[in-house]
């Protein structure tokens, strides 16, 4: 087990989630269009600064990730519900980023917790194989980086905030449609998800988090 350098046990404890492993494998398995008894594996794969993840192996050699959020992570509707509309949007700007395959940004489910189901991404960590790159190697790569941050940057939306599917935020929310080519409310701007607004007893806070049209008040 991994240990912190200050208040170790009050930081596992935060990040204690106690969930139903069965019905989790469940739904992980129909979100890919299969059953149950065709999971070959259930491991845990990382501990990230906010998520747990676990890989998933089926009979067929397919592989995916499920990840959950630790109690600690806030706001959790609104946390996993803009990470997965977020990257589906990225996605379907050709961004090369994971398939999402399914998701509940609510913890009332069979499996009790919030869950994001998506695709493995097969590669090495940066960070471990740099120093063994050639210079026209990490040349070549940064090259790459700067393509896609431009693509990025050329994104525009109506407001700032944080992005979510529509159909996901409530009405009173006044989100900020993102306009799309087939004319279809899909993606919008919602509350800002910074964990400066919500740290702690700000998460009880009763003021505004956006989505902000304008820079100033």
Same mark, same amino acid.
């Given at each position: 087990?991994?240990?912190?350098?200050?208040?170790?046990?009050?930081?596992?404890?935060?990040?204690?989630?106690?969930?139903?492993?069965?019905? &989790? $494998?469940?739904?992980?398995?129909?979100?890919?269009?299969?059953?149950?008894?065709?999971?070959?594996?259930?491991?845990?794969?990382?501990?990230?600064?906010?998520?747990?993840?676990?890989?998933?192996?089926?009979?067929?050699?397919?592989?995916?990730?499920?990840?959950?959020?630790?109690?600690?992570?806030?706001?959790?509707?609104?946390?996993?519900?803009?990470?997965?509309?977020?990257?589906?949007? &990225?996605?379907?700007?050709?961004?090369?980023?994971?398939?999402?395959?399914?998701?509940?940004?609510?913890?009332?489910?069979?499996?009790?917790?919030?869950?994001?189901?998506?695709?493995?991404?097969?590669? #090495?960590?940066?960070?471990?194989?740099?120093?063994?790159?050639?210079?026209?190697?990490?040349?070549? &790569?940064?090259?790459? &980086?700067? #393509?896609?941050?431009?693509?990025?940057?050329?994104? #525009?939306?109506?407001?700032?905030?944080?992005?979510?599917?529509?159909?996901?935020?409530?009405?009173?929310?006044?989100?900020?449609?993102?306009?799309?080519?087939?004319?279809?409310?899909?993606?919008?701007?919602?509350?800002?998800?910074?964990?400066?607004?919500?740290?702690?007893?700000?998460?009880?806070?009763?003021?505004?988090?956006?989505?902000? $049209?304008?820079?100033?008040?």
């Amino acid at each position: 087990m991994s240990k912190f350098s200050y208040n170790d046990a009050l930081r596992h404890r935060e990040r204690r989630r106690a969930f139903n492993v069965s019905e &989790l $494998k469940r739904l992980a398995a129909l979100a890919v269009q299969q059953k149950e008894d065709d999971i070959a594996g259930f491991e845990k794969l990382a501990e990230g600064g906010f998520n747990r993840s676990f890989k998933i192996t089926m009979r067929d050699g397919f592989q995916f990730v499920a990840r959950i959020p630790y109690p600690v992570t806030e706001p959790k509707f609104l946390v996993v519900a803009s990470e997965v509309a977020t990257i589906d949007f &990225l996605r379907s700007h050709g961004i090369p980023v994971p398939k999402i395959f399914g998701y509940s940004a609510v913890a009332d489910n069979p499996a009790g917790t919030e869950y994001i189901f998506m695709e493995l991404v097969q590669g #090495q960590n940066l960070g471990d194989i740099w120093f063994t790159l050639s210079e026209q190697e990490r040349i070549t &790569l940064v090259m790459k &980086l700067v #393509q896609l941050e431009t693509r990025l940057f050329g994104l #525009q939306f109506p407001a700032s905030g944080s992005l979510y599917y529509y159909d996901d935020l409530p009405a009173h929310d006044y989100p900020a449609i993102v306009p799309s080519p087939s004319s279809t409310r899909r993606f919008c701007i919602g509350p800002d998800t910074s964990l400066g607004l919500w740290y702690g007893k700000r998460l009880n806070l009763s003021v505004e988090r956006g989505p902000c $049209k304008y820079a100033s008040g």
